[in-house]
T-cell receptor, first 114, second 113 residues
Framework: NAGVTQTPKFQVLKTGQSMTLQCAQDMNHNSMYWYRQDPGMGLRLIYYSASEGTTDKGEVPNGYNVSRLNKREFSLRLESAAPSQTSVYFC?????????????FGPGTRLTVL | DQQVKQNSPSLSVQEGRISILNCDYTNSMFDYFLWYKKYPAEGPTFLISISSIKDKNEDGRFTVFLNKSAKHLSLHIVPSQPGDSAVYFCAAGNSGGYQKVTFGTGTKLQVIP
């Protein structure tokens, strides 16, 4: 099992460009999440999907959109990238959406916006 | 408003000694707590958790202690090993319904051989 996979691993964008970060899990998990990690800020939730067909905003959703394409895949889109979106992005999944459900993380995407 | 705080950004410990990582929370609705470990260039991995009905949970070299009255938890690693060098994130949530967990800012542990 690959677990949670993310593509790409690295990306450099210019301000105003758009891109989609891809995430897939092969654990048949119901819930999926997108986080960003910034120095001194920890992991902050951008969007989550409790189950296939549903998505909800997290702590820092502005500037992002998400799509839960099917049970396996959850993508994050930046419509018009800004330097403030320079960060490391992690996708995660869990069997259920409860706080006691262990989350499994992908390896991350390091994004730089110039 | 940081609801989960890890006030020590870094910690250095000699191999074989005890590592104590601390976490404070402000939201009294939190009743489930988790620790994740993160190596460079990898995603975080789950380490250990504790429910508020307990004050201690142990898994091998790792023990988490919860002090509900102080809204404080700590992770003890005994004995510390060089492979434990990583960033440790504390996370908290409410188990009473669907709730997201809130992560702390992390503590970077360095275990010196």
């Amino acid at each position: 099992n690959a677990g949670v996979t993310q593509t790409p691993k690295f990306q450099v964008l210019k301000t105003g460009q758009s891109m989609t970060l891809q995430c897939a899990q092969d654990m048949n998990h119901n819930s999926m999440y997108w986080y960003r990690q910034d120095p001194g800020m920890g992991l902050r939730l951008i969007y989550y999907s409790a189950s296939e067909g549903t998505t909800d905003k997290g702590e820092v959703p502005n500037g992002y959109n998400v799509s839960r394409l099917n049970k396996r895949e959850f993508s994050l889109r930046l419509e018009s990238a800004a330097p403030s979106q320079t960060s490391v992005y992690f996708c995660a999944s869990s069997e259920g959406g409860m706080s006691y459900n262990e989350q499994f993380f992908g390896p991350g995407t390091r994004l730089t916006v110039l | 408003d940081q609801q989960v705080k890890q006030n020590s950004p870094s910690l250095s410990v000699q191999e074989g000694r005890i590592s104590i990582l601390n976490c404070d929370y402000t939201n009294s609705m939190f009743d489930y707590f988790l620790w994740y470990k993160k190596y460079p260039a990898e995603g975080p991995t789950f380490l250990i958790s504790i429910s508020s009905i307990k004050d201690k949970n142990e898994d091998g070299r790792f023990t988490v202690f919860l002090n509900k009255s102080a809204k404080h938890l700590s992770l003890h690693i005994v004995p510390s090993q060089p492979g434990d060098s990583a960033v440790y994130f504390c996370a908290a949530g409410n188990s009473g319904g669907y709730q997201k967990v809130t992560f702390g800012t992390g503590t970077k542990l360095q275990v010196i051989p």
